[in-house]
């Protein structure tokens, strides 16, 4: 079945510092999604992309979608203590009506 | 709106014992689903519903049942319950993508499940 792979699981950075999560399908995706998951919280939408070689940005966080459509990442410029939490991208293939495949998430912490 | 609603918030079980978990929308979306979530394992899907009247299993459906008798609701029930389905349980739903890519899912606030 359909894999998504998720690197690094965890990460620490001084805070200030960038961070960046890379996701790894085993399939070709119609489009991925990453959410956010606060300690204690439950995962909350972030942003889509759908298209071959997508960048979008929301503040200081990049997104991006490989041009193969099988792989994507996060990119957080000088991380903050808000940025705390785990990170998990969810791949979709053959828009297959909402059945998202979910990677093992990157956990990261920052120092202050 | 209340989004979506989960119940109880904690669970202490014993093996063998069962019981539903709890799960309510008012967005009026069409997709409702469950998930799982173990350490360093991610959401697995355990069952997800398209509509009412609608469900499949998805990557982890054995050991649990589901229902979808109206559009808000969509209990999660543990037949039979063992240690290794202790757990956080979360609930989401979203517009239906049939046809088209997904939408965002919204997640419930999470069921903590611990069976002895």
């Known amino acids: 079945g359909q894999q998504v792979m998720q690197i690094p699981q965890y990460q620490h950075v001084q805070e200030g510092e960038d961070f960046t999560t890379y996701c790894n399908s085993s399939?070709?995706?119609?489009?991925i999604q990453w959410y956010k998951q606060r300690p204690g919280g439950h995962p909350v939408f972030l942003i889509q992309?759908?298209?071959?070689?997508e960048v979008k940005k929301q503040k200081r966080l990049t997104f991006q979608f490989g041009e193969a459509k099988k792989n994507s990442s996060l990119h957080i410029t000088a991380t903050q203590t808000t940025d705390v939490g785990t990170y998990f991208c969810a791949g979709e293939v053959n828009n297959a009506g909402n059945m998202l495949t979910f990677g093992g998430g990157t956990r990261l912490m920052v120092k202050p | 709106n209340a989004g979506v609603t989960q119940t109880p918030k904690f669970q202490v079980l014993k093996t063998g014992q069962s019981m539903t978990l709890q799960c309510a929308q008012d967005?009026?979306?069409?997709?409702m689903s469950w998930y799982r979530q173990d350490p360093g394992m991610g959401l697995r899907l355990i069952h997800y519903s398209v509509g009412a009247g609608i469900t499949d299993q998805g990557e982890v459906p054995n050991g649990y049942n589901v229902s979808r008798s109206t559009t808000e609701d969509f209990p999660l029930r543990l037949l039979s319950a063992a240690p290794s389905q202790t757990s956080v349980y979360f609930c989401?739903?979203?517009?239906?993508?049939?046809?088209?890519?997904?939408?965002?899912?919204?997640f419930g606030p999470g069921t903590r499940l611990t069976v002895t």
């Open positions: 967005m009026n979306h069409e997709y």
């Open positions: 992309l759908v298209k071959s070689g």
């Open positions: 989401a739903s979203s517009y239906s993508g049939t046809g088209r890519y997904s939408y965002e899912q919204y």
């Open positions: 399939t070709t995706l119609s489009n």
